[in-house]
């Protein structure tokens, strides 16, 4: 499959992660010291949903690494640095849950937020990772993007309708 920069993308051992860049640079940090992108690691098994997702994150500016199951996500969050984790909590091999669980123990400074579209597991996600905000399927792209905006404290600009 060929994702949105023209790479190939497939499941599996061997994937590649998505890696967009946002256009309009979201920053985060002092007025006075070097800003950087804010970093978004979007997890999601559903290849339309993720790339839905990461080409409206990275319009409204975020950079975005997108795998395709969370097994594939443990390299890089011991390996860089990520500002929100982004995770559907039904996923093969490591659910959403197992992921934000990783994640709060080595990057605990890691914000997390899942999508889900099962109610029963939302109740779920919200006990095992309470500071995590959920965000029920279906929902439309601006919404997504406002609420990761209000998250870091943001005026969302994203030019979604």
């Not at 197992?98 to 123990?105: F, G, R, W």
């Given at each position: 499959m060929e994702n949105l920069n023209g790479l190939s993308h497939k499941k599996g051992s061997d994937a590649k992660p998505e890696r967009l860049r946002g256009v309009?640079?979201?920053?985060?940090?002092n007025a006075g010291a070097k800003q950087r992108m804010i970093r978004i690691l979007v997890a999601e098994d559903d290849d339309s949903m993720r790339q839905y997702l990461s080409r409206a994150l990275e319009r409204s500016g975020y950079e975005?690494?997108?795998?395709?199951?969370?097994?594939?996500?443990?390299?890089y969050?011991?390996?860089?640095?990520?500002?929100?984790?982004?995770?559907?909590?039904?996923?093969?091999?490591m659910d959403g849950i197992?992921?934000?669980?990783?994640?709060?123990?080595?990057?605990?400074a890691t914000r997390v937020m899942f999508i889900t579209g099962f109610a029963a597991v939302t109740?779920?996600?919200?006990r095992a990772v309470p500071e995590a905000k959920v965000l029920s399927?279906?929902?439309?792209?601006?919404?997504l993007v406002m609420e990761v905006d209000r998250i870091f404290g943001r005026d969302s600009a994203s030019g979604l309708s």
């Open positions: 309009h640079a979201r920053k985060q940090g975005v690494v997108a795998v395709d199951r969370g097994t594939a996500a443990l390299p969050i011991a390996a860089e640095r990520f500002d929100l984790l982004l995770t559907d909590i039904v996923m093969p091999e197992e992921l934000a669980q990783h994640v709060a123990s080595v990057a605990p109740l779920r996600a919200g399927k279906p929902f439309h792209l601006r919404d």
